[in-house]
């Protein structure tokens, strides 16, 4: 399974604080931090490839669990995992959002080409062929994101990054409204 997540950073505490002195807002603040979630789960979900990124890769599972693990499959590459669609939820904590591409061939897809360029020919055919489907995004000059979760985080960042800025001025505006005047 292929997983990232994304935090707002000192945040928990002043949810926190919210829940306290204004618990509808801290509650909107919440929805509005899952719903980013949300939305970087669906633009994953709309930007995965409906079906294998190339051609023999089957989508029928291995012959059997032995075949699984034995390199090469033992025939035709049934040891290789079956293609599936791939799919991404998120959950929340805090304000902590986790979005999760459960399967093999998720994970293949993400990260195929992050640590090796390919060990042998075929291998480097292989991550040749799947990086035309997309790239893997780099922090630091290193690839650490994978093809999905990369693309998604750098264009969906700005609009989270706006969407969770206004929850959190909806809420020190309900706090200030809650402090008494000094005029």
Partial sequence: MT????RVEGADQAVRALRTMEPETAKQVG????????????????????????SGWRTSPPASP????????GRGGAGWPAWEPIT?????????????MPGASANIYEVSGRVSSGN?????????NI????????????????RLAGKAVVEQYPEALRRV???CDRAVEAVN???PSWQ
Avoid: W
């Fill in 3 to 6: 997983s990232f997540s994304v």
């Fill in 31 to 54: 929805k509005e931090i899952s719903s980013v979630g949300k939305d970087i789960a669906a633009y994953i979900r709309s930007n995965a490839p409906s079906g294998p990124p190339m």
């Fill in 66 to 73: 032995r075949a699984a693990r034995v390199k090469g499959g």
């Fill in 88 to 100: 991404a939820s998120s959950s929340r904590r805090g304000t902590t959002v986790v979005v999760r």
């Fill in 120 to 128: 042998d020919a075929q291998g480097a055919q292989f991550i040749r």
């Fill in 131 to 146: 990086s035309r489907h997309g790239r893997l995004y780099t922090s630091g000059g290193r690839p650490r994101i994978g």
């Fill in 165 to 167: 800025q206004a929850a």
């Fill in 177 to 179: 409204r809650r402090l």
